[in-house]
Every structure is written in C-alpha cells, then in structure tokens.
C-alpha cells in the first residue's frame, strides 16, 4: 500500500474510538481518499507490522466500561499513538452508546495540557445512515433518538440533546444551528471562533445532509490545529474529502481462495434483519450459537465442541454464516466475555478461509485476536459505514465490517457478494 499525501490540511490523523467497527467505518474515509489507513487495537502491534502510515484508527474498547473507566482507557490510547503534528479525531458512536461524553471531556483534557484554546467540534451526524443532528439533538431515521428501538435496548444517557449529553461530564457548550449552518461556511468558523475566544469546551454542529458536513468540515479544518474533532464516519468523510481531494482507486487486495464466513454476534435490529435475508438467498450454510452455550451453561462445553465441528464441516462446503441466538430479553452487560466465548467456538474453524464479515465491535475484535490478527488495512467500502479491509497479522484476508445498527436487510448479501466477487477473480 502506497501513502499518498494529503494536499491541504493536516498531514496525519489519529482516531480513536471505543470499538472496532467504530474506528473502522470512520477510518475508511481517509483511506478512499488514498490515504493509508490502518485500524488497530490493544498495544499497538499492528503499528510494528506496517510502518508509519498518515491515518492510524485505534480501537480502545471502552464501550462497555464505566464513565471512568472509558475516560482512562481513551486517554491511554491516545498517549500511545499521539505523535507531534496528528489531529485527533474522537470516534463516537451514532446514537450515544457507550461514553462519549466522559471520554470527549478526558481527550479534550489531554490536548489542553498542550494548548488551552483546544476546543471539541461534536458533529456526530452520519446522514448516508440515516443520523442525522437537528437543534442539536441525535435523530436517526427521522425520528428523535430517545423515541427509537436502538435507545430502548442500550443506552448511557436519558436524553439525546447533545448539549444535555456533554454537560454530564461537565462540558459547557453551544450549537451551530442548522440554519445558521446553511449560511455558509464563513459563519460557522466564526461561531466556533467565539467559542473559542469565550472558554467554551465545545460546539455541537447541526447536520442532516452530507452537504452540510462539508460546509462544517470547510469551517473548522482551518484550525484543526485547536480542535478535538468529535463525530462519526459522517465529519471525517468530508474531512477527507477537503485533506485528499482526489479520490483515489482502492489498492488491490491479497490473492486467497476459499470459502467465506459471516458472523453476526450483535443483536441489532439491522443485523438481525440482514442475517435473515442472506439465510433466505440459499448461498449460505446458517448455524445458530445457542445462548446457553455463550453463557457457559450446564453441557455448554460439550456443545461448544460439536458446535465448532459443525462449522468447520460447513466451511469445507461453502460459505457459512454464524449468527448468535440472543433474544429481546438477552442481558448484554458481560458482551465482551460472549464474545470472548464466541471467537473461541469459531475461531478453530477458520483455518481455510477465503474472507471474513463480521457486525459487531466486541464480535470483531474477539475473532480478530483469537486468529492472530493485529490491524486491518483499510482500503475500500461496500456500501456507507460498512467498510473493506485486509487483515495484518497471521492471516492476510479480505475482511468486511458492519456496526451492528448499521445497514439493510440486503448489507450483508451485499458484502458476501463483494468478496467472492474478489475471490473468484483471483482464484
């Protein structure tokens, strides 16, 4: 992979996320502008294994933690891999999960140490998946956050209202307003410029169109020197777009044969729905990991075993899909353990694959790791969040990785069809 440099702008980014397929699907904007990219986790041995590259997306798996907990983990990951010159870009998640706010307000610490003018730019609108930011509060779909199945079942906070979310970690802030936005570019800096000048920690920036991330990443860009960019694969699309004007062609990916395995550990809607259509198409073997085994309870690991068996028999026929059998009811506080538990159940059969997809960051990162793998290189998308890499590490393979709310019914077909479309042209 060629690095190619940036043309305005800063010349190097660090994102840093709070799971894998959050630092992926934001990650992947750079690297379509022909940036190198890579994505990695843990203490960073992906770095060793590819060099420096421009855009370095680190996952520091905080999801799951405590407000405190996730500050300081964040904190870490950007001691790290922070070098002189790389603008930080704080990943979060599209409709708040996690702890966005405790570690925004830990990062923007961290970067006031250096210069106190430091101010987080918070655009989490990421219309191509239907997020978009309206007075200042989180919608998705057109609907307010609060009102959607995806707060109901997890949530951190009990509003969408940005303003509202920032300030339980003790940050002030304003809003771009939308029409205010839509005014141009000039007045935006000017707002965030006053900002600025009055001490405030952040700016929460309306959006509901790619258009209008691109007049608020054309505002701000001018002094990402004093910004902590806050938001998802929506602001650093159109970062990108003005640091790479030129979209570049995607490098080629590793030569492998074999079969393909889809592994969906989330339990969102979206992939659930999308685990069912690529079932329906017949060009998949599916097999259900029972809950009770995931749970480690009584025969679980007797099944385990039968369960791993049976997935590597299928795998000598084809392509499979593993999807875990949670239900409405499921208690996803000990994620990480499932999907500890998970990665060891399939990751004995993955010897001869040919390609991965997997929805879900904790689903990713535990298979990822079990099989040897350090770091994707990014390197295209399948369709928007939903980006295209090829793992670093013990295994060199085409690898597809959707967030668990992201997508359609048809993403997960779609993703099945752009690797063995690969695949059969290098076979």
């Keep these: 992979m060629t690095a190619v440099a940036p043309r305005n702008g800063p010349r190097a980014w660090l994102i840093v996320a709070d799971d894998l397929t959050g630092a992926a699907d934001t990650g992947i904007a750079f690297a379509r502008r022909g940036l190198a990219t890579v994505v990695t986790w843990g203490d960073g041995h992906a770095g060793r294994d590819i060099g420096d590259v421009p855009v370095i997306a680190v996952d520091a798996d905080s999801r799951r933690l405590s407000a405190p907990a996730a500050a300081a983990r964040q904190s870490a990951a950007l001691a790290a891999h922070r070098t002189p010159g790389r603008i930080v870009y704080k990943k979060i998640d599209s409709t708040l999960r996690g702890q966005p706010a405790a570690e925004t307000a830990a990062l923007l610490a961290d970067l006031r140490r250096h210069d106190h003018r430091t101010i987080a730019f918070v655009a989490p609108a990421f219309p191509a998946t239907g997020r978009t930011t309206e007075a200042g509060r989180v919608m998705v779909g057109g609907q307010r956050l609060e009102d959607t199945p995806i707060f109901a079942r997890d949530h951190s906070y009990d509003t969408g209202a940005l303003p509202d979310v920032l300030k339980t970690a003790g940050l002030e802030s304003g809003v771009v307003p939308l029409d205010q936005l839509r005014r141009g570019a000039g007045v935006v800096r000017g707002i965030v410029e006053n900002a600025m000048a009055e001490g405030c920690d952040a700016v929460v920036c309306d959006a509901a169109t790619p258009e209008d991330l691109l007049v608020a990443a054309e505002a701000v860009l001018p002094l990402a020197d004093k910004m902590l960019f806050v938001g998802t694969g929506g602001l650093a699309s159109a970062l990108a777009r003005l640091v790479a004007?030129?979209?570049?062609?995607?490098?080629?990916?590793?030569?492998?044969?074999?079969?393909?395995?889809?592994?969906?550990?989330?339990?969102?809607?979206?992939?659930?729905?999308?685990?069912?259509?690529?079932?329906?198409?017949?060009?998949?073997?599916?097999?259900?990991?029972?809950?009770?085994?995931?749970?480690?309870?009584?025969?679980?690991?007797?099944?385990?075993?039968?369960?791993?068996?049976?997935?590597?028999?299928?795998?000598?026929?084809?392509?499979?899909?593993?999807?875990?059998?949670?239900?409405?009811?499921?208690?996803?506080?000990?994620?990480?353990?499932?999907?500890?538990?998970?990665?060891?159940?399939?990751?004995?059969?993955?010897?001869?694959?040919?390609?991965?997809?997997?929805?879900?960051?904790?689903?990713?990162?535990?298979?990822?790791?079990?099989?040897?793998?350090?770091?994707?290189?990014?390197?295209?998308?399948?369709?928007?969040?939903?980006?295209?890499?090829?793992?670093?590490?013990?295994?060199?393979?085409?690898?597809?990785?959707?967030?668990?709310?992201?997508g359609t019914d048809a993403t997960l077909l779609h993703c099945l069809d752009r690797l063995t479309s690969f695949v059969s042209e290098k076979a």
């Design 245 to 406: 004007p030129d979209e570049s062609p995607p490098p080629t990916l590793p030569a492998v044969t074999g079969p393909v395995l889809v592994l969906v550990g989330s339990v969102a809607e979206a992939s659930r729905a999308a685990a069912e259509t690529l079932a329906a198409s017949g060009r998949v073997t599916p097999v259900q990991v029972p809950e009770a085994v995931l749970r480690a309870a009584p025969g679980a690991q007797t099944a385990g075993r039968e369960l791993t068996a049976k997935i590597g028999a299928a795998l000598g026929d084809g392509h499979v899909l593993v999807v875990t059998e949670f239900g409405p009811d499921s208690d996803l506080a000990a994620g990480g353990a499932v999907a500890a538990k998970l990665a060891d159940l399939v990751g004995p059969a993955t010897a001869h694959l040919g390609g991965l997809v997997c929805t879900g960051g904790d689903t990713v990162c535990a298979l990822l790791g079990r099989i040897g793998v350090t770091g994707i290189r990014l390197v295209d998308e399948v369709e928007p969040g939903v980006p295209l890499g090829v793992t670093v590490g013990a295994l060199a393979l085409p690898i597809a990785t959707k967030a668990g709310g992201f």
